[in-house]
């Protein structure tokens, strides 16, 4: 079956993962910015970053017929640190023109400092001013509730912004409720152990229908499943559900929120466009 | 237009069925890791405000209804207020209570 993994941090896989997301059926993959797992010493690092995600990794994924993209932005885990991300924000406008930088994102709490939400707000101010699709990073373990309480208020002091054009990611049960009442996407994340298991994303979707759920690995550099979608898939047929909703949940939904940037060019219906790149 | 949950299509034997074994080994690897921790330090089951937590979901267990939904809100910070400064990156799988209470 035909997917989107619409979290991936490819940069920390290795092209052998590519070849697995191919043979499962991933058609495309979005890539947040995202930590490297220790602090980077300046702007100039980070710029670095954002070139291999805008440069280099669209073409290994393009070796497996994967379309890649990606979002601007910088992440939760180094958002306390405000001159660096003052520079990093400064730099991201020159980048959001590439035709494969779908928005700001990763965005969002880490352990919910002020200097977090003023880097949060800063970054959700900068998506504004650009017209860019957001994606945010909700909070670990005991910290994912309030995270999310407070990523949710920031956003509500702006009536410009259309919920349905924020993605907010790592959506467990006790977080749905508050992300889709106020309209906007929500993402299930399936991890080993610190988010949500294919058998417990299975059970969101049987209590809250498909409407505005997305579901993503979120591999990185930690132990993680690059084909997590496609465990989902079989965790969905395990249960007897029909492929049309399968499809629905990890194809359709993803392509259409995707497609609310006319820079994503796999459509719910049609055929994958590779995107022109470099 | 909303589109309704689906439910889910098995019924409750099937579920049973498909379900029971993997479930079972996750209940005895819970029994396993309590044991183990009596057998090391049965003091620390009781002092570490991770394992209060955990003997508190456990109980939760026992009680029918929406279970998962009260574990998760047993095991997050209940608070509203933001850290004036960053004490650590990574989160600890539960919130010391105690700790907070201590503080205020």
């Keep these: ?278 | 237009m909303k589109t309704h949950p689906a439910g889910c299509p098995l019924s409750g034997a099937q579920i049973v069925d498909e379900y029971f074994i993997e479930n079972r080994t996750r209940l005895l690897e819970i029994a396993a890791f309590l044991d183990r921790l009596d057998r090391v330090d049965r003091e620390c089951a009781m002092r570490d405000f991770r394992m209060q937590v955990f003997r508190d979901a456990v109980d939760a267990l026992g009680t029918p209804g929406d279970r998962l939904n009260r574990i998760q809100l047993l095991l997050s910070d209940p608070t509203v207020e933001p850290l004036d400064r960053l004490d650590r990156k990574s989160a600890l799988g539960a919130y010391d209570r105690q700790a907070k209470e201590s503080r205020s």
């Excluded at chain 1, 990606?70 to 306390?80: C, G």
């Excluded at chain 1, 023109?97 to 990763?106: A, F, N, R, S």
């Excluded at chain 1, 910290?143 to 009536?159: A, C, E, W």
């Excluded at chain 1, 132990?223 to 194809?251: C, G, T």
């Design chain 1, 1 to 278: 079956m035909r997917y989107i993994d619409h979290h991936a941090h490819m940069v920390s896989r290795t092209t052998d993962d590519y070849q697995q997301l191919a043979l499962t059926g991933c058609v495309a993959v979005t890539e947040p910015a995202f930590w490297a797992g220790w602090d980077r010493s300046c702007g100039d690092s980070v710029e670095d970053y954002f070139r291999q995600l805008t440069e280099f990794e669209p073409r290994r994924a393009a070796q497996y017929g994967i379309q890649h993209y990606t979002w601007m932005a910088i992440n939760p885990k180094e958002a306390d640190d405000r001159a660096l991300s003052r520079d990093v924000l400064a730099r991201i406008p020159k980048f959001l023109d590439h035709p494969t930088v779908l928005g700001i994102g990763e965005i969002g709490m880490n352990r919910i400092t002020r200097n977090e939400i003023a880097t949060y707000t800063e970054q959700v101010e900068l998506a504004i001013a650009h017209h860019q699709l957001i994606l945010i990073h909700t909070p670990h373990l005991e910290d994912k509730l309030k995270g999310t309480r407070i990523s949710v208020d920031v956003l509500r002091r702006y009536r410009e912004i259309d919920p349905g054009r924020v993605l907010i990611d790592h959506a467990e049960e006790h977080t749905i409720d508050l992300i889709l009442e106020q309209g906007f996407w929500a993402g299930l994340t399936l991890y080993p152990q610190t988010k949500i298991s294919a058998q417990r994303a299975v059970d969101v979707i049987e209590k809250h229908g498909p409407d505005r759920i997305c579901v993503a690995g979120a591999c990185d550099w930690g132990p993680s499943d690059p084909i997590a979608v496609p465990r989902f898939i079989m965790e969905m047929r395990r249960r007897r559900h029909p492929d049309a909703l399968i499809e629905r949940v990890v194809f359709e939904n993803p392509a259409r929120f995707l497609s609310q940037s006319p820079k994503f060019k796999v459509t719910a219906t049609g055929a994958a466009q590779p995107a022109r790149v470099g």
